[in-house]
């Protein structure tokens, strides 16, 4: 199976997925990964695992709807390039118009920094903290056209503690990512999840 991993930033999710999908021979290749933003720190991570990289930079499209449209369409065009079975967003801060995510409809995942339904958009744990909640985590989904909604895979929950501050419970919940993600990932390539509605459902075993 081949697996394109879409990034922004820095990548930490998606250096999980790689090793991961190294260290525990997954029936699946990383076949590109891709940013929206040409400084993105996680490409020379990829490129230094001998990973095939590229930029969609959306800046120069500019803003409003049709450029938002134009850029999904260039991006469209260069993960499919690669003949992804997989889309991975790992930390891709772009919202993606109906066309995109209606195209990859079933094999594009998402992790997103709180347990759906609750806190969907940004600055998930800050709100968590001021929301006095007692836990917080991480939702790895399936992509739908609604932002931060989509059939829910897996979620990772953690106590917020006394004292926490927005980076604390950041570091807290992203080291359950890096665990999270790449379970989620190789059960998809494995065959093991069935989207079933609004949910999944995981088949066990080698089917
Ligand atoms: C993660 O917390 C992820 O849940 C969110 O953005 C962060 C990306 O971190 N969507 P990284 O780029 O994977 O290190």
Redesign the pocket.
């Known amino acids: 199976k081949n697996i394109v991993i879409l990034?922004?930033?820095?990548?930490?999710?998606?250096?999980a997925i790689v090793k991961a999908c190294a260290a525990e021979g997954w029936p699946a290749r990383i076949a590109a990964v891709i940013s929206n933003r040409p400084e993105a720190g996680?490409l020379a991570f990829a490129q230094s695992h001998g990973i095939a990289t590229a930029v969609v930079d959306h800046k120069p499209f500019g803003k409003g709807d049709a450029a938002r449209a134009a850029f999904d369409a260039e991006l469209q065009r260069v993960i499919d390039g690669f003949a992804p079975d997989l889309v991975v967003?790992?930390?891709?801060?772009r919202i993606l118009t109906p066309g995109f995510t209606g195209h990859y409809a079933g094999r594009m995942l998402?992790?997103?920094?709180s347990l759906l339904p609750a806190f969907t958009g940004l600055h998930t744990h800050q709100r968590a903290i001021e929301a006095g909640c007692r836990v917080a985590g991480?939702t790895v989904h399936f992509v739908t056209a609604e932002l931060d909604h989509g059939p829910i895979v897996a979620q990772a929950v953690v106590p917020v503690l006394d004292g926490d501050d927005e980076s604390a419970l950041?570091a807290r919940?992203?080291s359950h990512?890096h665990r999270m993600y790449p379970s989620a990932v190789r059960w998809f390539v494995e065959g093991r999840l069935v989207i079933d509605g609004a949910r999944v459902r995981h088949r066990d075993g080698e089917s």
């Not at 990034?7 to 250096?15: K, V």
């Not at 967003?89 to 801060?93: E, I, Y």
């Open positions: 990034i922004s930033g820095r990548g930490s999710n998606m250096e996680g967003l790992a930390g891709f801060m998402n992790i997103h920094p991480a950041a919940v992203l990512e």
